[in-house]
């Protein structure tokens, strides 16, 4: 299985709302990245998790919170946020936990509206 | 600091014919990995091609080849026989660097004309 699974697919939320994106991979891979990727952009990393633990944090807003439960999955809980935060957010992992030097899988991603 | 170039927005290719996307990068490491990325409209970035910089051989993979020239600091992307899935925006990117940093380029769009 070298699928990286995201849900959901697309989420519209207010400013006030409260909400998760899921990512899934069961490919036994030690690290998994959040990305945000606007229109015709490339993807700017937000998180990196390595072997489960937080490793990269591009100072990201504390409006986006992440979470690794487990080797298989990542959170990125949403909270505030503003309607710029707009855009696709991708997941992704690696089989190697050094960051840069593997291929990385990619989730289909998750389209977020923030109204 | 470290940068990825690509000069070409956009480009366009008739179907069956070669194409080349360009990707130049800066870093004064030795020691790197760069790579192509794929992502068809609405669909997954997957990679295409990868390369050790410290292997001279230029990767290939069926269609797809690279020119790794090192001292110039130059990666592109040669499409072989270009096939209408071969639409899409194509990153390059530069990583395993110091510091844990990837970075991407600002992306080539490319459409295969039927």
């Known amino acids: 299985d070298t699928e990286v699974t995201q849900t959901p697919k697309h989420l519209v939320m207010g400013m006030t709302n409260k909400k998760s994106l899921k990512c899934e991979q069961h490919m036994g891979h030690r690290a998994m990245y959040w990305y945000k990727q606007k229109a015709k952009k490339p993807p700017e990393l937000m998180f990196v998790y390595s072997y489960e633990k937080l490793s990269i944090n591009e100072s990201v807003p504390s409006r986006f919170s992440p979470e690794c439960p487990n080797s298989s999955l990542l959170n990125l809980h949403l909270h505030a946020l503003q309607p710029e935060d707009s855009a696709l957010y991708l997941c992704?992992?690696?089989?190697?936990?050094?960051?840069?030097?593997?291929?990385?899988?990619f989730g289909p991603g998750t389209r977020l509206t923030v109204l | 600091a470290q940068t990825v170039t690509q000069s070409q927005p956009e480009m366009s290719v008739q179907e069956a014919e070669t194409v080349t996307l360009s990707c130049t990068y800066d870093t004064s490491e030795n020691n790197y990995y760069l790579f192509w990325y794929k992502q068809p409209p609405s669909r997954q970035m997957i990679l295409v091609i990868r390369?050790?910089?410290?292997?001279?051989q230029n990767a290939t993979e069926n269609r797809f080849s690279v020119n790794f020239q090192k001292a110039a600091k130059s990666f592109s992307l040669k499409i072989s026989d270009s096939q209408l899935g071969d639409t899409a925006m194509y990153f390059c990117a530069l990583g395993g660097i110091t510091g844990n940093q990837f970075y991407f380029g600002t992306g080539t769009s490319l459409t295969v004309i039927p």
């Open positions: 992704a992992s690696s089989q190697d936990a050094e960051f840069g030097t593997d291929t990385q899988y």
């Open positions: 390369q050790e910089a410290y292997k001279q």
